[in-house]
């Protein structure tokens, strides 16, 4: 299968008073066709900064995007000019942001905002488009939909403004749906509501999503892939299964362990990663995890590893003593 | 946590209802949001227990009623013995200094002038006459209790990470040797990783000093980690109260139900063959809530008798509460 998406060697970096913050350094990675990829990683992972980075959405200055391709329906969206990468946004790839609420213009209705993109991007007349707009709120679930077109965004709860932009990233059927932490600020009710939502939408449109949280248990039960970061790089990658019942990175295994088990026994004690993430703006030498890591030896602190495939197709790891440690879990 | 323990706290049909002024000019108070409705439940010496909901529901109310920051609008809080709802200002004083709270946000809740030794000898000044080197070896003892270098005196909040801070934030909670802390959202803004020490640190805590914990949070995968009991609050109200392995495993009120299957699974294969209870719609306005049963908008197995009459909220089996016609 030809890959919708590859990104090769993607970097991303800001100029800051304090010194330059490494935030992405040189991922690489492919995105199938109808895939789920969860990306992973906690604050300062470089997870949102990377999506950013593909849609072009970096401010330059203070940003900087030294090198990288990102190749998406045969060009590479880092060459395209503004003018062209407008057109990719919300027509080819489309995303949904954390706060469903500050990412809702106030003084306009919402119908006019889904209505917006299908003007620009369809070319449709203001009657086309609220027919789709209306046809849109019915899929992501909104109640009274025709009714609904004509409300502001303050009139919406959380979870249905939240569907609101579901409806509006997909009013052009994108290729690529981008979701960062799309359910982070949302009850736990009204979260399991989104992401049923997301899969039944992925399943009947086909496109792709890409799924960025810091919660290994929201997906664990939607993603096919998952990219685990740390401090700017993919330090582990895999088919969902495999991440979990065969972790291979120290960190992976941490944050697994952070977790509470639905079945652990009374008085068990949570495995928690000592210390904190290393500094973007001075990068230790070697592999980002070290200080942290309990399996940490002289090599690891002198050379950074790269990542190297392991016994399942398509699980990679970037650690240096993944064979032996494997199945250890954290000390 | 054993069942012959001792009561250290009784809420007693709590309610706290806020007046909403309505129009610009006129200051009629003629609605009410009736943020806790009836709440009863109380709390043994030395256990911990969750007290989880979402949005809306009164949880946090619930925890600053406890401490008197809210005057409830009628029912009783008996703290050790002592009805703290009819306490004048100068007598609540007295009983606060065993009743302590850590705060959401570890970054609001320090002042950021202030360094870090002020801040955790501010109980001290206020409540003991320690002084000069007592104080300071207090202060000291306090930051190695939570795991920070006691040389951090002299910092300000803004030099440390968000778990560091709400370490500092534990450390005050814990100046005065309370007997109760309500830890209202304590790890809901920090990382996974970080989540994990501050929970182990608290838990320690408990094991070390014998504190008992009211923990309040959204968040129920870390709740059923840390309690012993929970109690399910929805709109106000209390929709079950049970040992911890009761509500996850034998949960009777339909809200519990879909509310625990809500609960993300960190391991596909279980996730997947897990059955979801999805509920429809949101979370009815606290200004309106429905007749009847609060939940009835939402749930699944709703009757008539549902609209028309509250359920009960009555003991199903010992020391299991439920609000619900058909549990």
């Given at each position: 299968?030809?890959?919708?998406?590859?990104?090769?060697?993607?970097?991303?970096?800001?100029?800051t008073?304090?010194g330059v913050?490494?935030?992405?350094?040189?991922?690489?990675?492919?995105?199938?066709?109808?895939?789920i990829?969860?990306?992973?990683?906690e604050?300062?992972?470089?997870?949102?900064?990377?999506?950013?980075?593909?849609?072009?959405?970096?401010q330059?200055?203070?940003?900087?995007?030294?090198?990288?391709e990102?190749?998406?329906?045969?060009?590479?969206?880092?060459?395209?000019?503004e003018?062209?990468?407008?057109?990719?946004?919300?027509?080819?790839?489309?995303m949904?942001?954390?706060?469903?609420?500050?990412?809702?213009?106030?003084?306009?209705?919402?119908?006019?905002?889904?209505?917006?993109?299908?003007?620009l991007?369809?070319?449709?007349?203001?009657?086309?488009?609220?027919?789709?707009?209306?046809?849109?709120?019915?899929?992501?679930g909104?109640?009274?939909?025709?009714?609904?077109?004509?409300n502001?965004?303050?009139?919406?709860?959380?979870g249905?403004?939240?569907?609101?932009?579901?409806?509006?990233?997909?009013?052009?059927?994108?290729?690529?749906?981008?979701?960062?932490?799309?359910?982070?600020?949302?009850?736990?009710?009204?979260?399991?509501?989104?992401?049923?939502?997301?899969?039944?939408?992925?399943?009947?449109?086909?496109?792709s999503?890409?799924?960025?949280?810091?919660?290994?248990?929201?997906?664990?039960?939607?993603?096919?892939?998952?990219?685990?970061?740390?401090?700017g790089?993919?330090?582990?990658?895999?088919?969902?299964?495999?991440i979990?019942?065969?972790?291979?990175?120290?960190?992976?295994?941490?944050?697994?362990?952070?977790?509470?088990?639905?079945?652990?026994?009374?008085?068990?004690?949570?495995?928690?990663?000592?210390?904190?993430p290393?500094?973007?703006?001075?990068?230790?030498?070697?592999?980002?995890?070290?200080?942290?890591?309990?399996?940490?030896?002289?090599q690891?602190?002198?050379?950074?590893?790269?990542?190297?495939?392991a016994?399942?197709?398509?699980?990679?790891?970037?650690?240096?003593?993944?064979?032996e440690i494997?199945g250890?879990?954290?000390? | 946590?054993?069942?012959?323990?001792?009561?250290?706290?009784?809420?007693?049909n709590?309610?706290?209802?806020?007046?909403?002024?309505?129009?610009?000019?006129?200051?009629?108070?003629?609605?009410?949001?009736?943020?806790?409705?009836?709440v009863?439940?109380?709390?043994?010496?030395?256990?911990?227990?969750?007290?989880?909901?979402?949005?809306?529901?009164g949880?946090?109310?619930?925890?600053r009623?406890i401490?008197?920051?809210?005057?409830p609008?009628?029912?009783n809080?008996?703290f050790?013995?002592?009805?703290?709802?009819?306490?004048?200002e100068?007598?609540?004083?007295?009983?606060?200094?065993?009743?302590?709270?850590i705060f959401?946000?570890?970054?609001?809740?320090?002042n950021?002038?202030?360094t870090?030794?002020?801040?955790?000898?501010?109980?001290?000044?206020?409540?003991?006459?320690?002084?000069?080197?007592?104080?300071?070896?207090?202060?000291?003892?306090?930051?190695?209790?939570?795991?920070?270098?006691?040389?951090?005196?002299?910092?300000?909040?803004?030099?440390?990470?968000?778990?560091?801070?709400?370490?500092?934030?534990i450390?005050?909670?814990?100046?005065?040797?309370?007997?109760?802390?309500?830890?209202?959202?304590?790890?809901?803004?920090?990382?996974?990783?970080?989540?994990?020490?501050?929970?182990?640190?608290?838990?320690?805590?408990?094991?070390?000093?014998?504190?008992?914990y009211?923990?309040?949070?959204?968040?129920?995968?870390?709740?059923?980690?840390?309690?012993?009991?929970?109690v399910?609050?929805?709109?106000?109200?209390?929709?079950?109260?049970?040992?911890?392995?009761e509500?996850?495993?034998?949960?009777?009120?339909p809200?519990?139900?879909?509310?625990?299957?809500?609960?993300?699974?960190p391991?596909?294969r279980k996730?997947?063959?897990?059955?979801?209870?999805?509920?429809?719609?949101?979370?009815?306005s606290?200004l309106?809530?429905?007749?009847?049963?609060?939940?009835?908008?939402?749930?699944?197995m709703a009757?008539?008798?549902?609209?028309?009459?509250?359920?009960?909220?009555?003991?199903?089996?010992?020391r299991?509460?439920v609000?619900?016609?058909f549990?």
């Open positions: 299968m030809k890959p919708l998406m590859e990104i090769k060697n993607l970097t991303t970096r800001f100029y008073q304090d913050v490494n935030a992405v350094n040189g991922i690489s990675y492919t995105l199938d066709p109808g895939e990829l969860g990306v992973v990683g604050s300062g992972c470089g997870k949102s900064v990377h999506a950013l980075s593909i849609m072009r959405l970096i330059i200055p203070p940003g900087e995007i030294p090198a990288g990102v190749f998406f329906g045969g060009r590479d969206l880092l060459k395209l000019s003018r062209e990468m407008r057109m990719v946004r919300g027509h080819e790839i489309a949904v942001f954390q706060d469903p609420m500050s990412s809702l213009n106030p003084v306009y209705t919402v119908g006019f905002q889904i209505s917006e993109a299908l003007m991007h369809k070319k449709m007349n203001r009657s086309q488009a609220k027919v789709r707009a209306i046809e849109l709120l019915n899929l992501v909104i109640p009274e939909a025709t009714k609904r077109f004509d502001y965004p303050h009139q919406f709860s959380g249905m403004r939240q569907r609101a932009m579901i409806a509006m990233a997909l009013s052009c059927e994108p290729k690529l749906l981008i979701a960062d932490e799309p359910t982070t600020a949302l009850d736990v009710t009204i979260q399991a509501q989104i992401i049923n939502l997301v899969i039944r939408l992925q399943e009947e449109l086909g496109m999503v890409m799924w960025i949280t810091h919660d290994l248990g929201i997906v664990a039960e939607m993603v096919h892939r998952i990219n685990v970061m740390y401090a790089f993919i330090i582990e990658r895999g088919f969902v299964d495999d979990y019942n065969h972790t291979l990175h120290p960190y992976t295994m941490g944050l697994l362990g952070s977790l509470p088990s639905i079945d652990e026994a009374p008085g068990t004690k949570l495995i928690s990663i000592p210390g904190l290393p500094d973007l703006i001075a990068l230790p030498e070697g592999c980002p995890f070290f200080a942290r890591c309990t399996y940490r030896v002289e690891c602190r002198q050379e950074r590893p790269q990542l190297e495939n016994q399942e197709a398509g699980h990679t790891v970037a650690c240096w003593r993944w064979r494997q250890l879990g954290v000390a | 946590m054993n069942s012959e323990n001792k009561v250290l706290l009784q809420v007693i709590l309610k706290k209802y806020f007046p909403v002024s309505r129009g610009l000019f006129t200051n009629r108070q003629t609605r009410y949001v009736k943020a806790v409705d009836d009863s439940f109380e709390v043994f010496d030395g256990e911990t227990l969750g007290l989880v909901g979402e949005t809306g529901c949880k946090t109310t619930v925890a009623t401490l008197q920051l809210y005057r609008t009628s029912g809080i008996i050790d013995g002592i009805d703290l709802t009819s306490l004048a100068n007598e609540l004083r007295k009983i606060r200094r065993r009743m302590q709270m959401q946000d570890p970054y609001a809740s320090l950021p002038r202030m870090v030794g002020n801040i955790i000898s501010a109980p001290l000044d206020v409540h003991t006459d320690l002084g000069g080197k007592e104080k300071q070896d207090k202060v000291q003892d306090l930051l190695r209790l939570v795991g920070l270098n006691p040389d951090f005196v002299n910092r300000y909040p803004h030099e440390f990470s968000g778990g560091q801070r709400q370490r500092i934030g450390a005050r909670a814990l100046a005065l040797n309370p007997d109760l802390v309500i830890c209202d959202e304590p790890i809901s803004s920090l990382d996974v990783s970080i989540q994990a020490q501050v929970v182990n640190l608290l838990e320690e805590l408990q094991d070390r000093l014998g504190l008992t009211i923990f309040v949070a959204h968040d129920l995968s870390m709740v059923r980690h840390i309690s012993d009991r929970m399910v609050m929805y709109l106000g109200k209390v929709m079950e109260l049970a040992a911890r392995n509500i996850y495993l034998r949960p009777r009120h809200y519990t139900r879909a509310l625990m299957s809500a609960v993300p699974i391991n596909p996730a997947r063959d897990r059955q979801r209870i999805l509920l429809k719609g949101d979370i009815p606290p309106n809530p429905p007749n009847g049963c609060n939940f009835n908008t939402r749930c699944p009757q008539a008798i549902c609209f028309n009459t509250d359920p009960e909220y009555r003991e199903i089996e010992p299991h509460y609000a619900c016609h549990a």
